[in-house]
C-alpha cells in the first residue's frame, strides 16, 4: 500500500487515497469542534507584518475541516476571511481571459465530454493556421489580450508542432491596436521534451485539469485512450515544471466524484508542488460539470449545489492564498457575482467553445465542448465587473517581466500589489476603453480609472500611471507596464 508523502514523484503517494479517507473523517468528527475551527479560520486570516500582510494558508486537513462545517456564523467568516485575502492579495481587479478552441479530434473517450472519439454526431474540426489568424482577429476586435488555448488530444491531428504552429500564428497577428500578450494552453498531459518546447513558444501557463482524484473512478472515467493512465496524468504538471515550466494551473471537473475528496486532492497537489518544487499552483480553476452533446449532466450523481460550490471557492481561496482562481462561463451571471466576492480573480468573456466559434457571426453549437451560461459580450462582462466595484484588467505584465513562478508569488507576498498590478490593471482597462468600449463602458470606465489611481500607494508610480493613462487616451500609444 502507498504512503503518504508530499515530496514524492508517485502519484499515489502524493496523492494518497488512504490519507483522503484519514483527513475525511478528521474533517467529519471536527466539524462542529468550534474552538479547532476557531483556531483555524485564525490560522487563515491575513496578518499585518512589518512587509506589508501576510497569510499562512491552511494544511488539506485545516481546509477540510472548514469545508465540513455547516455551522452557519462559521461559513459567514470564512466568506468573510476569504474576501479579505482576496482584496489583501489581488485588490479588487479582476483578469479576464477568452478560450480558443483549437481541434475537437480526440483519441480518448472520457464519458464526460463530447469530445470522445465515440461520439460520431459532433463534426470534428481542426483549425487552419488561416482560421487561427481569423479566430485571434476576432478576439483581438473584441479586446482580449490573454487566451487560453484548447485541444483534444490526437497525436496525429493535434501533435505538439500543430499546437506550436498555432501559438506561433496567435502571437504574430497585430491588428489594429489589438495584439495577445499571453497564451496559456489548455492541452493533454504531455513529455517533459514537449513542455520545454511550449515553454521556448513563450507559454503562460500550462493549465491541466485533474478530472478527479480519485483513481478509481478516474479509471471508470477514462475508460479508453492515453488518458487513462491515472499516474502519467497525475504526474504531468512535475514533468511540466522540469519541463521550466514554473506556471502550472490545477482544477477539477466538479460533479464527477464527491466533492469533499476532490477538494482534499486538491489541495494536496497544491502542497506537492510547492513541497517539491518550491512554488504551488499558479492558479486553480474550478469548472463544473456541463450539458454538452451526448453528454447529460444529471447521468453523474455527484453534482454540487450552487452554495456548496461557493463554500469549496472560499475555502480554496482560504487555503492557498496566492493561487489565482478561475472561474469559467460554465457558471451563470448570478454564479460568477457570488464567486467574485469570495475570492475569484480570473474570470473568462465572451467564451465560444467550438472550434472556429469567434469568426462566426452566430453561435454555432455543432462543435461546442459544453453549454455556455453567461452569453454576455466583453464589453458587457467589463461593465458588470465595474458596476460591483471590480477593476476588470487585461494586464499580462507579469509573465513578460519575468515574474512567474516564485518571483509572481513573493510579489503577491510583499504587498506591491497596489504598486505594479494595480496601475497595470488601470492601464489595460485604459486601453480596452479606448480601443473596443462601448460609450456607456467608456463612461464608467474613466470614472472608476480616476478613483482607483488615488489608490496608488507610491506618489513617483502615481504620477507614471497617470502620464501613460494620458499617453493612451491622446497619443494612442499602447503597452506599458511596471
Ligand atoms: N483535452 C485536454 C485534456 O485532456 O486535458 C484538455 C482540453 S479540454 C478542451 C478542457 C476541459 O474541459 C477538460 O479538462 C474538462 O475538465 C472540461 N470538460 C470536458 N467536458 C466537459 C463538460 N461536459 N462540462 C464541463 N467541462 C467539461
Redesign the pocket.
Known amino acids: 500500500m502507498a504512503v503518504y508523502n508530499p515530496k514524492s514523484l508517485n502519484a499515489e503517494e502524493f496523492i494518497n487515497h488512504e490519507e483522503i479517507l484519514e483527513t475525511l473523517k478528521y474533517a467529519e468528527e471536527n466539524k462542529n469542534n468550534i474552538p479547532l475551527i476557531d483556531s483555524i479560520l485564525e490560522k487563515a486570516r491575513p496578518k499585518i507584518s512589518g512587509k506589508g500582510s501576510v497569510a499562512s494558508g491552511l494544511t488539506h486537513r485545516e481546509a477540510s475541516v472548514l469545508l465540513a462545517c455547516d455551522i452557519p456564523e462559521k461559513i459567514e467568516e470564512i466568506y468573510k476571511i476569504a474576501e479579505e485575502i482576496k482584496l489583501a492579495y489581488y485588490g479588487n481587479r479582476i483578469v479576464l481571459f477568452a478560450p480558443l478552441?483549437l481541434s475537437n479530434y480526440?483519441v480518448?473517450g472520457?464519458v464526460?465530454?463530447?469530445?470522445h472519439y465515440k461520439n460520431k454526431h459532433i463534426p470534428r474540426r481542426k483549425l487552419t493556421q488561416e482560421e487561427v489568424a481569423k479566430e485571434v482577429i476576432a478576439l483581438q476586435d473584441m479586446g482580449h489580450k490573454r487566451l487560453a488555448i484548447?485541444?483534444?488530444?490526437d497525436p496525429v491531428n493535434n501533435p505538439i508542432e500543430y499546437i506550436l504552429d498555432c501559438i506561433k500564428t496567435i502571437y504574430s497577428i497585430k491588428h489594429k491596436n489589438g495584439a495577445i500578450r499571453r497564451v496559456n494552453v489548455?492541452?493533454?498531459?504531455t513529455t517533459v521534451e514537449n513542455y520545454r518546447k511550449l515553454k521556448e513558444a513563450g507559454i503562460g501557463t500550462y493549465i491541466?485539469?485533474q478530472?478527479t482524484y480519485h483513481k478509481e473512478s478516474y479509471l471508470k472515467l477514462h475508460p479508453t485512450g492515453p488518458?487513462h493512465d491515472y499516474d502519467y496524468h497525475t504526474e504531468a504538471m512535475d514533468r511540466a515544471m522540469e519541463g521550466g515550466i514554473d506556471d502550472v494551473g490545477l482544477?477539477v471537473?466538479f460533479g464527477l466524484e464527491l466533492y469533499k475528496y476532490e477538494f482534499a486532492g486538491l489541495l494536496m497537489h497544491a502542497e506537492h508542488l510547492e513541497a517539491v518544487h518550491g512554488v504551488g499552483p499558479h492558479t486553480i480553476s474550478v469548472?463544473?460539470?456541463?450539458?454538452?452533446d451526448d453528454?447529460d449532466?444529471t447521468a453523474f450523481d455527484n453534482s454540487i449545489s450552487d452554495e456548496i460550490f461557493e463554500k469549496i471557492a472560499a475555502c480554496i481561496r482560504l487555503a492557498v492564498p496566492y493561487t489565482g482562481m478561475i472561474v469559467s462561463t460554465?457558471e451563470t451571471e448570478e454564479v460568477r457575482s457570488k464567486l467574485l466576492k469570495v475570492g475569484i480573480s480570473q474570470v473568462s468573456g465572451a467564451s465560444r467553445t467550438s472550434v472556429g466559434g469567434y469568426s462566426e457571426e452566430e453561435r454555432p453549437h455543432d462543435t461546442e465542448?459544453?453549454d455556455v451560461s453567461d452569453q454576455r459580450t466583453l464589453d458587457e462582462v467589463v461593465r458588470w465587473l465595474m458596476e460591483n466595484g471590480h477593476i476588470p484588467s487585461f494586464c499580462t505584465a507579469c509573465y513578460r517581466e519575468g515574474r512567474t513562478g516564485d518571483r509572481f508569488m513573493s510579489l503577491c507576498k510583499s504587498g506591491q500589489i497596489l504598486n505594479c498590478c494595480h496601475p497595470n490593471a488601470l492601464m489595460t482597462l485604459c486601453e480596452y476603453l479606448e480601443d473596443y468600449a462601448s460609450d456607456k463602458t467608456k463612461e464608467i470606465g474613466y470614472r472608476l480609472i480616476e478613483q482607483e489611481l488615488n489608490k496608488i500607494p507610491s506618489e513617483k508610480v502615481k504620477a507614471i500611471a497617470t502620464k501613460n493613462i494620458a499617453e493612451i487616451k491622446d497619443h494612442n500609444r499602447r503597452d506599458f507596464r511596471f
Not at 112 to 115: E, G, H, K, L, Q
Not at 150 to 153: L, P, Q, R
Not at 186 to 189: S, W
Request: include cysteine.
Open positions: 478552441y480526440c480518448n472520457c464526460y465530454c463530447p469530445y484548447e485541444a483534444g488530444e489548455n492541452i493533454a498531459a491541466l485539469f478530472e488518458k482544477g471537473l469548472p463544473r460539470i456541463k450539458h454538452a453528454i449532466p460554465r465542448q459544453f
